[in-house]
């Protein structure tokens, strides 16, 4: 027999809300029962979403309890409108970052990778994968993701690796992968190639070198500029633009390069800048992409003078084996002692930045293998066009197109160890058992098959070495959608019930690493884009609003404000900042105490919630099986049908936002509606009653507003998943293993909308805030009673009071409450006005009303200060055109307030000194 829990009651509902022992209770039992294993046999609409994997470079940053939080929120809302739901985990090897952070810790250790050797490298790498995944894992858990675990994903799992390489022998076989010698980026730390994604442009000082290039026939000099010394000793040419008059008699003509010796020639090319500098280019193609392409439009020769390590190499000549930046320094020394070094100029320009290795770029000339990405491009722009996929917003669909155009092909191989190894073997019984640029090579899907046509292509004596490069992450990462489905295997359960996926969310920086990646993937071996939506979200920046890294170390772990708010309270926090869809969000966090006013703010809301459900439980009636029958409509009270009403309207709403991916919306509306309208008002109105005895009119509140708390419960469960999942058992007394993840949305009771209704309930809460606040100002003591006065000519509204009138007085302390249609003759008063309802407060007898004057009068002085100081700073032309405009708004903004606080303290005045 299955284990059930004792219902919640108020005994067991604890006086204070302590998100940590909930939050373990439901996770435990989420997982326990399996309540998010998907079934591809279920009933209802397919929905699917396979989650950004996450590197296993460690732990997850705020920027990942982000994403979870938004991914969680669309998944649990789509369980709940009855859909066959699959959320799938999974995490990616990430062979760069992890290679060097295990570099690293080799280093430390006085190792390397060499010196251990391939397998016993693959070894740590597997035992640091054990590691971190776990720890992504469990804090994944710990924010609540209603993921599939039995389906957890890693990049490099059997199956996806077979994937992999179908997908690589696929491309090839049609033509798309190719191995050839091209100029990529290459980072000296990492050791590897990387992408053009993968490099960070950066802003520096730096300087513009001028030096002397002699003519041949020693008639001159020409004099270049360089923002790189180091790669003098591989220039192959000088260019000048052929429209530059400076130059144009010069072209053709040769110059002897410094320090080598080499003749070299002028030659003209319209990519040359003419305000550059001094209109003369030195031209290094093996070091330099723009020098790369007109050095193949003149078919120039290639010179490299830098290593991979980022040494000097045999052709620097007497600078071989320096590091190229202590390089540069010897190389314009020795220009200076030549005479050929002009003049050094400060220059602010742009570097490119290895992301991982945080080193400059060293452009080199390499074999690499590459995809023909074009090709794969064109079926995506094709697509887009068809509204596939469909972007949220919709201006990130620009970006994505613009990025897809004149598309460079793509470098997917890695001088790495840890990634899929490339299924390429060299047939190097061909060049004397060396790989060679000129190696002749087999692509297969074994070593095997590879060994077997090499047999039939080579002889008997062929012999195949596997390439040791591995593929670029994003290779395997952009087959991820359908990879993790069962494909190639098209007919997997897992992928005909959920491919295409329904959205992916992502924020907007990796649009291009790998949203595109997945669609030109997908488009290229499904015919299909891998999801329909792709929701784009900004990023979490800090208390400074710089952007959140690990890098840079102003990254906040979220389960420092897990374990002291709860995972609810940071989802909440974290959706509720969402302004818009792909806007970035500014989470406040003080780093000395570990806390996040936000996040607090959040916590609070799950406490008023709380305490909601406590109170209701509280006030149980005796006889609690009638409790749960469908309120009787003739026995609802004017405050049971508005907050009916405004329960219909939020459900609507709500549902409407979450539909849209307008979660930040729906957590507001959410918010307002919970604290203002439910707890602020309605439980407010409904207390008197529980403690009245008219039964039926107790009975009758408790029925409504247990239906609102239950509906409720259902509407925040996908931002409040722990909470709402403890109150709701309370409420409904569920067993352990039915779970209101896995309930229906509520129904809406359209009939019960009544706007008409809603507005004049306004005007009554407007009532009473006004005579609170003159009870306030008049220093009435909380418990002194005093009479209230509503003087209004509308018949409606003084029905509306007339209904409410216990309401009324017992919210305001109120002795008598009089509804009149003309003002009567007060001696002292204090009134208000909210459109065409005034409301008086008979304050003589009651208070000090010399007292009372004075504190008036001070206030009037006060606001009238306050009004002449703010107009003469608004009268100042200095102040209006040089302060931000933020400032003079907010000075406008506290002028007409305090405008608003003379009148008032003025008409209570002449109002208190009425005869």
Known sequence: MKETVAPLTEISLAKVYDPCTTESRWQEAWDKTGAFHANPKAPGEPFSIVIPPPNVTGSLHMGHAFNTALIDTIVRFQRLQGKNTLCLPGTDHASIAVQTLLDRKLKKEGLSKESLGREAFLDRAWEWKAESGGMITSQMRRLGFSVDWKRERFTLDQSLSKAVIEAFVLLHERGLIYRGEYLVNWCPISNSAVSDLEVEMKEIQDSLWYFRYPLTDNSGYLEVATTRPETLLGDVAVAVNSHDQRYVNLIGRTLILPLVGREIPIIADQHVDTNFGTGCVKITPAHDPNDFIIGARHNLSQITVINRDGTMNSNAGIFAGIDRFEARKKIVSAMEDEGLLVKIENYQHSVPYSDRGKVPIEPLLSFQWFVNAEPLAYRCRESITKGNPNFIPERWEKVYRNWLTDIRDWCISRQLWWGHRIPAWFVVSETDGQVRDSTPYIVARTASEAF????????????????EDVLDTWFSSGLWPFSTLGWPNNTSPDFQTWYPTSTLVTGFDIIFFWVARMTMMAEEFTGKSPFSNIYIHGLVRDENNCKMSKSMGNGIDPLILIDRYGADALRFALVWEVAGAGQDIRLDYNRINNNSIKVESARNFANKLWNACRFTLMNLPKNTESNFDTPNPTTLTLADRWILSRLAKINLEVRECYSSYDLGEAARKLYEFTWNDLCDWFIELVKWRFNSNNKILSHTSHQVLRLVLEQLLVMLHPLMPHLTEELWHGLVSAPEDVFLAKQPWPMVDIGAIDSLLEQQFSELIEAIRIVRNLRMVAGVKPSQSVPVVFITKRRDLAAIL?????????????????????????????????????????????????ALTARLERDLNKADKDIVNLTTRLANPDFISKAPPEVVNEVKLNLAEAQTQAKLAQERLCNLHKS
């Open 452 to 467: 077997t046509e090499a047999l039939e292509c080579f002889g008997p004596e062929a012999a195949i070495i596997q390439e």
């Open 802 to 850: 007339k209904q409410s009138i216990e309401e009324i007085r017992f919210l305001t302390r109120a002795e008598i409450v009089e509804i009149l249609s003309e003002s009567p003759e007060l001696p002292s008063s204090l009134a208000g006005m909210n459109g065409e309802l005034q409301i008086l407060l008979p304050v003589d007898g009651l208070v000090d009303l010399q």
